[in-house]
């Protein structure tokens, strides 16, 4: 019996995703994708056309993570501003893991998508690590902390999450020389 179309199209996504976090989006191709799924090439390519929108799929839930946040952070200033932001992101990044293993792997590919806007994505980040100040060593420091957090989240499976959680919070404030209101 056929699977239908919809729990194909999450399997398809799901195997995409192991493969893309074990072999690399380059070292994955559409046809390993369509075996781990367990059907055809053909019937990948009904649900995806490319490798790309596959990625686009995958890498979609966080990029609108990202973008709700910077909408919630749009009335906010000062301390405020960048305690919500550090927060947020933190847990964005962690609740999409994998999804930000593939993201800093291939940081220039997801870069061109442009259904994804990750460079007006980080820029409003970016924005509100500053809390909106042009000061240069607060863009170092908060480019910084942005690298920290994708770095951080990404490799420390054997972390509880609390734990990660916290001190990345933590952390990034310190980094900030921030101390939440």
């Known amino acids: 019996m056929a699977r239908p179309a919809s729990a194909l199209r999450g399997q398809i996504l799901e195997s995409a995703l192991r493969l893309f976090a074990a072999d690399g989006f ?23 056309t490319t ?74 980040l970016l924005d509100a690590f500053t809390a909106r100040s042009p000061d240069s060593r607060g863009r170092v420091a908060a480019w910084m902390a942005i690298g920290a957090v994708f770095v951080t989240s990404t490799g420390n499976d054997e972390v509880p999450h609390e734990v990660l959680r916290t001190e990345l919070i933590l952390g990034v404030r310190r980094l900030l020389d921030h101390t939440p209101s």
Do not use: N
């Not at 994955?28 to 781990?36: G, H, K, N, R």
């Not at 919630?72 to 962690?94: K, S």
């Not at 061109?112 to 980080?122: C, I, R, S, T, Y």
């Open 26 to 48: 380059r070292g994955t191709s559409l046809q390993d994708i369509a075996t781990d799924a367990g059907c055809s090439k053909a019937s990948l390519l009904y649900h995806f």
């Open 51 to 124: 490798k790309d929108a596959i990625l686009t799929e995958l890498l979609t839930p966080a990029a609108d993570g990202v973008a709700a946040l910077l909408a919630r952070l749009e009335g906010l200033e000062g301390e405020p501003l960048v305690d919500e932001a550090v927060t947020g992101f933190v847990e964005i990044t962690l609740r999409f893991r994998q999804e930000m293993r593939l993201l800093f792997a291939d940081i220039e590919r997801a870069s061109d998508e442009p259904g994804l806007g990750v460079m007006d994505l980080f820029e409003g």
